[in-house]
């Protein structure tokens, strides 16, 4: 079934490019990349993690449309040229690749690779977006289609954790990387329920979306969307809103405290180890040393704080040791703990850090902050001419900060560029209007 989806999204993109771009923005938020309840013995498929000839689906696809947009591309002579956050992307990618090469890091091959495909997917994701989704303004129909699919699973999400209490008892339910997408999904319903629009359908949906922090409990999600809805809010002068959201949030917690109490102390116990300590909050402690590892190679090294060490970079533990065993845990295999070199950190910051210096970090996170505050600015400026893009660039802009804090997994990477496309899109029609 699963390489059936693989030949249809061909199939599809050579009948219809703009189609098959919309199949696979469909496909990757139909599939998760994780399991809900992760068990040794348990095969789980998925386009994320089933492979042909050693590639997984999602790549396969991925290549075959960015190859199919850059052969449309050059038979129209035509160029697409990005936002200065895309060009800033695109620039950090080149120099962190010409810095790994020199710095020999290609001897480690597969880190190498993996650290490319985080520039990679973002360029993928963007290309269809601002290339193929502005056709026929298909690129309208991917909020309102990300929010029925996002919400659903959460429905069955609420229906498994149902069935599973029968049984055993349950703390809580792991969810894809997708579900960091709740950024984009909450400030739209915001959006829905503000502008009086399916006013009993986006309260629902507000309810239903916020009880998904509850049910999968993560320290980041918890924050990002905080973060999410106050920026926004504040963003579309409608901060008067933020305590009815409250009332939401509360209404969510008690809908999944009637359902399981155990849920509820397992996400007190989160929020309580947020801040890194040896004993109770290992892994945000784990993030601590990374952290203080890389600004220290940072702060001590001109090349690392200028550019980076590139594509294929390590850092290790000298300046700051991890105080627990790493061994046979899930923190980092285990041949980078016997050799003190680790790849790949846990947060898009560190990785920045890390490949592209101290400098290209304020680059990226600079020229992120300067598309939110365009956008920002153009709300109020564009918004009687055109409210429905007005509020689009600003849902985006506002949940690109929260988001590339922890757009660690190719799903959200591709998303990252999805959105950034959406944006380009909505602006590039308001323009012409």
Same mark, same amino acid.
């Given at each position: 079934?699963?390489?059936?989806?693989?030949?249809?999204?061909?199939?599809?993109?050579?009948?219809?490019?703009?189609?098959?771009?919309?199949?696979?923005?469909?496909?990757?938020?139909?599939?998760?990349?994780?399991?809900?309840?992760?068990?040794?013995?348990?095969?789980?498929?998925?386009?994320?993690?089933?492979?042909?000839?050693?590639?997984?689906?999602?790549?396969?696809?991925?290549?075959?449309?960015?190859?199919?947009?850059?052969?449309?591309? &050059?038979?129209?002579? =035509?160029? /697409? +040229?990005?936002?200065?956050? !895309?060009? *800033?992307?695109?620039?950090?990618?080149? %120099?962190? #690749?010409?810095?790994?090469?020199?710095?020999?890091?290609?001897?480690?091959?597969?880190?190498?690779?993996?650290?490319?495909?985080?520039?990679?997917?973002?360029?993928?994701?963007?290309?269809?977006?601002?290339?193929?989704?502005?056709?026929?303004?298909?690129?309208?129909?991917?909020?309102?289609?990300?929010?029925? &699919?996002?919400?659903? =699973?959460? /429905? +069955?999400?609420?229906?498994? !954790?149902? *069935?599973?209490?029968?049984?055993?008892? %349950?703390? #809580?339910?792991?969810?894809?990387?997708?579900?960091?997408?709740?950024?984009?999904?909450?400030?739209?319903?915001?959006?829905?329920?503000?502008?009086?629009?399916?006013?009993?359908?986006?309260?629902?949906?507000?309810?239903?979306?916020?009880?998904?922090?509850?049910?999968?409990?993560?320290?980041?999600?918890?924050? &990002?969307?905080?973060?999410?809805?106050?920026?926004?809010?504040?963003?579309?002068?409608?901060?008067?809103?933020?305590?009815?959201?409250?009332?939401?949030?509360?209404v969510a917690i008690l809908?999944?405290?009637?359902?399981?109490?155990?849920?509820?102390?397992?996400?007190?116990?989160?929020l309580s180890s947020f801040?890194?300590?040896?004993?109770?909050?290992?892994?945000?402690?784990?993030?601590?040393?990374?952290?203080?590892?890389?600004?220290?190679?940072?702060?001590?090294?001109?090349?690392?704080?200028?550019?980076?060490?590139?594509?294929?970079?390590?850092?290790?533990?000298?300046?700051?040791?991890?105080p627990f065993e790493l061994?046979?845990?899930?923190?980092?295999?285990?041949?980078?703990?016997?050799?003190?070199?680790?790849?790949?950190?846990?947060?898009?910051?560190?990785?920045?850090?890390?490949?592209?210096?101290?400098?290209?970090?304020?680059?990226?996170?600079?020229?992120?902050?300067?598309?939110?505050?365009?956008?920002?600015?153009?709300?109020?400026?564009?918004?009687?001419?055109?409210?429905?893009?007005?509020?689009?660039?600003?849902?985006?802009?506002?949940?690109?900060?929260?988001?590339?804090?922890?757009?660690?997994?190719?799903?959200?990477?591709?998303?990252?560029?999805?959105?950034?496309?959406?944006?380009?899109?909505?602006?590039?029609?308001?323009?012409?209007?």
């Amino acid at each position: 079934m699963v390489y059936g989806i693989l030949l249809f999204g061909i199939g599809l993109s050579v009948r219809s490019l703009h189609q098959g771009a919309l199949f696979f923005i469909t496909i990757l938020l139909l599939f998760d990349d994780f399991p809900f309840k992760p068990q040794e013995n348990l095969q789980f498929y998925s386009i994320y993690t089933v492979t042909f000839f050693g590639q997984t689906l999602t790549k396969i696809l991925s290549i075959w449309l960015f190859g199919m947009v850059i052969y449309q591309a &050059i038979k129209d002579r =035509k160029v /697409i +040229v990005g936002n200065l956050f !895309s060009k *800033v992307f695109i620039g950090l990618m080149i %120099l962190s #690749t010409i810095v790994g090469v020199a710095s020999l890091n290609y001897q480690y091959k597969l880190s190498f690779i993996n650290d490319f495909r985080f520039f990679f997917n973002y360029i993928v994701g963007f290309g269809l977006a601002a290339y193929l989704l502005i056709h026929k303004s298909y690129f309208k129909i991917v909020f309102p289609l990300m929010t029925i &699919i996002f919400l659903s =699973k959460i /429905i +069955v999400l609420i229906g498994t !954790s149902i *069935v599973l209490l029968n049984g055993e008892e %349950l703390y #809580t339910l792991k969810t894809g990387t997708g579900s960091y997408l709740i950024i984009f999904i909450v400030c739209y319903l915001i959006h829905l329920f503000t502008e009086k629009k399916y006013f009993f359908y986006s309260s629902a949906g507000l309810v239903l979306a916020l009880s998904l922090l509850v049910l999968s409990a993560s320290r980041g999600r918890m924050v &990002i969307t905080a973060l999410a809805i106050v920026l926004y809010l504040i963003a579309i002068r409608k901060a008067k809103y933020l305590p009815l959201i409250a009332v939401f949030a509360g209404v969510a917690i008690l809908g999944i405290a009637y359902l399981n109490p155990t849920f509820i102390d397992y996400t007190i116990w989160k929020l309580s180890s947020f801040i890194p300590q040896k004993g109770s909050a290992q892994s945000a402690y784990v993030r601590f040393v990374e952290m203080s590892n890389i600004l220290h190679k940072n702060f001590t090294e001109l090349k690392s704080f200028l550019v980076g060490d590139g594509l294929g970079s390590y850092w290790n533990s000298k300046y700051e040791e991890y105080p627990f065993e790493l061994m046979n845990t899930s923190s980092y295999p285990d041949d980078w703990i016997l050799r003190d070199k680790f790849f790949k950190p846990h947060g898009i910051i560190q990785f920045l850090l890390l490949k592209s210096g101290f400098i290209g970090t304020l680059m990226f996170y600079g020229s992120l902050i300067f598309l939110m505050i365009k956008n920002f600015m153009q709300y109020g400026k564009n918004q009687i001419l055109n409210k429905e893009s007005s509020s689009f660039v600003t849902i985006i802009g506002i949940g690109l900060i929260p988001f590339y804090l922890i757009a660690f997994s190719a799903k959200l990477q591709l998303f990252g560029g999805i959105m950034v496309g959406i944006s380009f899109c909505y602006n590039k029609i308001r323009n012409v209007e």
